[in-house]
């Protein structure tokens, strides 16, 4: 593989961190996988500057992907355009495996791998540790497992072109996000009881406010997402209220 | 110098990188050392994180926006004397901050597509996509800037004349945003699978936390 | 059970369908309509990626899907049924196929003859004049890309 080759190969990936740099609701991401694969279509089509623009105007169109997985379509695709593929199966490819690298990093990153740390995290504050502990603790894993998830991503994408679909088979990412799923549970569960240990402290408001947050609790299990928003708002305004009252 | 910061940790949440600097958590802790009490911040910080541990932000929905508003919740806690009611008050300040944090990201996601669409247009002209996509990042830090500067700037007028007058006191307080984190953490149960499904790991995990924080 | 979710989404099996919409309606198999789909194994290979591991996943055309709407709507699995354009839903709707279900419009991007209604929700004249032709099929269409999000029924998105 020549030198001009790797390095823009390498720079296509370094691009990848910057894949959101223009999310829009026109084409999402398009814009942005554009952009990250530039280095490498400059490199394909140097001299050729029809057939350069002719590519941008092809991958600007819309794209969303996980940002960490998104190396996985990136590098299908500079494997794809670099054998000359037809760019129409190219943007059939690009269309199908869209919604599940959003679906397979919202379920193992988003809904697991971060809230799994940053409960970790949480806990070793609970418990006491310094601050900068408590964060240095959390980027630290976190970020062993993004940045890994990053490059593996774009290997295997760079390696299987449009037949990645059989390494991410391999790499079983749902049986992996179960795993992570019920790490969460167990976490959280952890978590929960050192914060109930802690609220003895409350002495005789003790009872009345686990009785509260048992509900609160239930009442978050039972309607989902739906409640988030509004019992942040309505914390934050009885906060904000009270306050008032202690004025009056 | 902390609305940088703010533009920084608004960057990092979607345009840059994804490191998680912009998460409650961190946010807190820097900007608190920032302003002179790390503790503080990691107060602020981790209680604003139980709140926003729940959200997924899948595909493009509205999100809140945590990085610009821990930053407003750290630094005014911190400013205005860290005493519980200036705490409770620059926290719930955070939380709504962040709710309008979601709101402008959703703005700025509609001026890059006027970006992109006017520089780079239809002519998929490399050079041009690039300053599109560099004007939306330089764009989504001012934002950032801004939002932290407006939130400083309403935090440090209305928090120290709330504050005065808090009737609780810090463990009070902490009862108070709790009950509320219970809701967010009762959603994040349910997204890990909820009950039935994991509940025998979050019980062995309940039964671990008890035990742990009673020996410790 | 029943058909828990019938939603208008171009990027088909994604997050918001997954993730958003799926931990709160734990269905038990998706399926997408859509006739290209349905004859194309390598594209069903890369959408099936995305489904979580407890549910499964079919692609099925209009006409067999319309067949088997009766059976799927009194099945013990729940199932989301997606499409990425209004046609095919318009298409299953017929002949009061669905009537009393509601459509979720989930994402409908830019393009050159297309409206911004939402952020997330661009529609063409063509499009417009289908989902009303929904709604006279017994139907109730709506827009809302996640469960925690504003819900706008399709009179107040036409307006």
Redesign the interface.
Known sequence: MSLLVTSARLRTFLRTFLIQGSWNYRSLIGGGLAYTLLPMLRAKFRGEPEQLHSAVRRHVQAFNAHPYLSGIATGAVVRLEEEGADPEMIGRFKDAIRGSLGSLGDGLIWAGFRPLVLLLALMVGWLGAPPYVVIGLFLILYNIGHLWLRVWSFLIGLQGGHRVVERLREADLPGLTRKTLAAGSLALGALVGVVVMDGRSLGAGFWPWLLVSAVGFALGHRVGYAAWRPTAVLTALAVLALSILGLA | MVSVLGGVLALDA????????S?P??AG??A??LAGD??T??LVG?TL???H??????????F?DTGPATVVAATVAVWTGATP?AI??A???G??WS?VGGWTV?LQ??L??L???RV?G?????AA??V???L??LS?FARGVLLTAVGLLIGITVVP???S????DL??TA?????????????????????PE?RA??????????????L? | MTVVLFRIDERLIHGQVVIGWGTQLRPGRYIVVDDDLAGSEWEQELYRLGLPEDAEGEFLSVTECRERLPALRDDDVSTVILTRRVEPMLGLARDRRMEGETVNLGGLHHSTDRVERLPYLHLNTGEASQLREIVSEGVTVTAQDLPGSRRVDLETLLL
């Open positions: 979607t345009a840059v990188g994804q490191f998680m600097v998460r958590l961190v802790v820097i608190g050392s790390a503790a911040g990691l981790s994180e139980l709140y541990l729940a959200g997924v932000p899948a595909g493009g929905g509205r809140p009611g409770a008050i926290w719930s300040l939380l709504l709710q959703n996601r509609r890059n597509g970006i992109l669409g780079a239809e002519a998929g002209s490399p996509l690039e599109a996509h560099a939306a990042i989504d004349g709330l504050a007058s808090w009737p609780l463990a009070w009862v108070l945003i709790l009950a509320g984190a219970s809701v967010s953490l009762g959603i994040l149960y349910k997204g890990f699978g909820g009950w994991q790991l979050f019980v062995a995990g309940l039964v671990a936390g008890l035990v742990g924080a009673y410790l």
